[in-house]
DNA sequence: CATCTGATG
DNA sequence: CATCAGATG
């Protein structure tokens, strides 16, 4: 105890060392980091060509929080000719600057909910056309879907309400599966279709690591499951397991918690869909497992058109 | 740009570092910091007398983040007989474990809204009596105050109502401020009171920084000066004030916008207030402002009873 | 600027 | 186990 002792002769103690402004962001590959990852494709398409067209996909699950984890490294690291983003839970107004890229056009819609959902797109070429959500009120004003049309295609940009703990919002997205699919088949009518996205549905067993124990939590229930299947049946093609239909453990998303990501415990919920008219186009679709900064994955999709 | 170039013989790229569990805490002072500061005091009562007991005092902002900067080494350095903690913000099923100290008899209080106010008292002797609140309904369920009965003394250990942004809650403080002072005129009729904790008001000009703009902000409106004036009138002394008459820039807070702290723009709000009749007793009040892990700092008072 | 909670995933 | 917003200070 500190008891009537003479007052010491030390002189006053400085204030502690500033804390940094922002808390130690969580470790992430910089760009000299992805250096040592391999993002080189030898696939071509079945007949032999080279791609000429590199689109990404990433949710990045808050993007303010992404961008500090040097995010934007790895889209000028890609430099994919299309990005896009889901999950942003940001405002136009509140995008940090660093979001502006150098070469490329770039288009936000955010929720009307603060925070919540949000989906981006970034284009090296400027769009013939953009427009925004599925014409269906219920959804155009949470930041879901943004379609960018080209001259030789439509690319659908989408963030799939999730079913939510304890399936609360089953019921809504049961009437989001047919809003989505009857919009890519109308315009799949007009031209072929890209679609990408967070989908929020592990198709098959093999998409997901415990399809056991997850059949009633959302992400994979029969519902969700089958309005994939349903998708499909419209004429299009998971590119992923089109390529790829045996392979295992090829996941693009891993909870936070319990180090599902470190065990590989992940769901696939990102996809590159395409109207089958595409698949002589297709080279490669690609899952970045190797990239950090949100508990999503960045997937790629290369291919010739 | 990543063309078709064959892959790379590189091996996969490992996980990232795991990062730690907690995001580093904002530095603090360690115990051992705590030996670079000097905690002696060689005042003694107006007859010489040293002081014998020794009640420390400290609004923490939240005690969880408070214990992960240490706050708990602060305790066990200064080793008072008595230790009030105000804005715990903490449910006593929420305390982590490292609150529990050797030697202590620890009371919590916490508010019926999660993660406001709480107010928590350490005693190494066990008094003869705990109460919580004062006895008037619309405060008690906040988790303002613990009074600890000792056979020579009340200590009345507050964390009184802040006025609020804009002065929402002015109304709300000028209830307070006479329920608090007919609650320790009432127990002063009995025994000596010590009333220490955030009072939420700086008395006087010298008491802040900058009083001239800050008389319309919270902590020092004439009304919450009004407030102290009315309690001391009661037979009441400020004891820093009444051992420093003339001290400036002593404060026990510190808004953390601006480096306030670094630049010492700060107010003084936390208060050892004693009965009259314990001023022979007094031997020093001592503002700990070397001190961080909070946004205020802790107070002692020595005292020979 | 920093603490909490609560919603959301 | 993360993000973000909003309340509170």
């Known amino acids: ?17 500033k804390k940094p402004k922002v808390d130690k962001p969580p470790l992430n590959k910089t760009q000299s980091d992805y250096e040592s990852l391999d993002f080189s494709s030898n696939r071509t398409t079945s007949d032999g060509k080279l ?4 689109i ?17 490294d790895y889209l000028k690291y890609e430099d994919p000719d299309i990005f ?26 955010s929720g009307e909910k603060e925070g919540y959902a949000g989906v981006g797109l970034y ?12 014409g269906k009120k219920e959804f155009d004003t949470e930041g879901r879907v943004i379609t960018v049309e080209y001259e030789k295609f439509y690319l659908v940009a989408a963030y799939v309400p999730n079913a939510g703990r304890g399936l609360v919002t089953l019921p809504k997205r049961m009437k989001w599966d047919p809003d989505l699919r009857n919009y890519v088949k109308e315009l799949d009518s007009k031209k072929p279709v890209i679609l990408c996205g967070d989908m929020n549905v592990s198709h098959q067993p093999n998409d997901l690591a415990n399809p056991k124990t997850n059949t009633k939590n959302a992400g994979f229930t029969q519902e969700e499951r089958d309005g994939m299947t349903a998708l499909l049946e419209e004429g299009f093609v998971d590119s992923f397991r089109h390529l790829y239909p045996e392979k295992t453990g090829a996941y693009t998303f891993w909870t936070y918690m319990g180090n599902a990501r470190s065990r590989n415990t992940g769901w696939r919920l990102d996809y590159f869909i395409l109207s089958q008219k595409l698949i002589p186009n297709l080279c490669d679709s690609i899952i970045r497992s190797g990239v950090y900064g949100s508990d999503h994955c960045p997937i790629t999709l290369l291919i010739n058109i």
Do not use: R
């Not at 105890?1 to 060392?17: G, Q, R």
């Not at 791609?51 to 590199?54: Q, R, T, V």
């Not at 808050?62 to 984890?69: C, S, Y």
């Open 56 to 72: 990404s996909s990433w949710n990045v699950g808050g993007l303010k929080a992404w961008v500090k984890k040097n995010g934007i």
């Open 51 to 54: 791609w000429n067209l590199k």
């Open 1 to 17: 105890k500190t008891k009537n002792s003479k007052p010491k002769e030390k002189k006053a103690v400085p204030p502690p060392a």
């Open 84 to 109: 896009c983003l889901q999950e942003t839970k940001c405002s136009e107004s509140k995008l940090p600057p660093e979001v502006k890229v150098d070469g490329y056009h770039t288009y936000w819609l």
């Open 123 to 134: 284009s090296k070429k400027e769009p013939i056309k953009v427009t925004y959500g599925l």
